[in-house]
């Protein structure tokens, strides 16, 4: 059997639900690495985030000149085009949410028992990033993830690779709100230059109010994905 047939059988092998149980300890251990382990959970958010960004400027015809990644978890990413617009509007906004809304594609599709399939789409992203990538450091960033995952596809039992799925899909939804609240605590002064305050300038569009609404929307990814992962914790799943 060749090895793109044995890739197809894994990719295409459906994972069973993981026990409750099982669920649960996976809950706490992402809640657990989201308080004790924050600038490693960090390094992965702002990952989705300059994705984020990326996406969202090659969407909207912007082109896309770069992206870097930096040891102390910040990041970059640079775009050509009009500096003005919906365009621009777009991209800024894209970076915030990112993080959980990968989480909650990968709540929805581990959920339906392809994350075998949901895995191996992570690491063909992280290998179209890294085309883009401008720094030694966020190569080695993507190259260590990419390769975890890529090894987890080939090597990993299809059940436990669905307990990774879930593992990140719960890591990046209970992280997501963590970085829009640190900015919401951040002065206006030493902010200056984030997502929010380019946004309110290009908008007149207050930050705190950019702020609320990437806060809104993390909060939501979580609860929803909450909703999928763990049906009956919620009343809305009643």
Same mark, same amino acid.
């Not at 870097?68 to 050509?80: F, I, N, P, Q």
């Not at 705190?208 to 909703?227: P, R």
């Given at each position: ?35 004790? /382990?924050?600038? *490693? #959970? ?8 300059? +994705? %984020?960004? $990326? &996406? !969202? ?40 949410? /990112?993080?959980? *809304? #990968? ?8 959920? +339906? %028992?392809? $994350? &075998? !399939? ?121």
């Amino acid at each position: 059997m060749s090895w793109y047939e044995v890739l197809w059988r894994r990719v295409s092998s459906t994972t069973p639900t993981p026990d409750t149980s099982v669920l649960t300890l996976i809950g706490f251990a992402a809640l657990a690495s989201v308080i004790l /382990a924050w600038p *490693l #959970v960090r390094m992965l958010v702002t990952v989705c985030h300059e +994705a %984020g960004h $990326a &996406v !969202a400027a090659t969407v909207t015809g912007r082109s896309l000149e770069g992206i870097r990644l930096h040891s102390d978890t910040s990041g970059l990413t640079v775009s050509r085009g009009a500096p003005k617009g919906a365009g621009m509007v777009v991209t800024l906004f894209a970076g915030y949410p /990112a993080a959980s *809304l #990968v989480g909650l594609t990968a709540a929805f599709v581990a959920g +339906a %028992g392809f $994350a &075998v !399939a949901m895995v191996l789409l992570l690491v063909v992203a992280l290998a179209l990033m890294l085309l883009k990538i401008r720094n030694m450091h966020g190569a080695l960033v993507v190259l260590t993830l990419g390769a975890a995952l890529g090894l987890a596809v080939w090597y990993v039992p299809v059940t436990f690779v669905g307990w990774l799925a879930y593992g990140l899909a719960w890591l990046l939804l209970l992280a997501g709100p963590r970085p829009v609240l640190e900015l919401a605590l951040t002065s206006r002064r030493t902010a200056s230059g984030s997502d929010a305050a380019q946004l309110a300038r290009l908008t007149r569009i207050p930050r705190m109010v950019w702020i609320v609404l990437w806060l809104g929307g993390t909060v939501a990814a979580l609860i929803l994905g909450t909703a999928i992962m763990a049906p009956g914790v919620l009343p809305i799943t009643s």
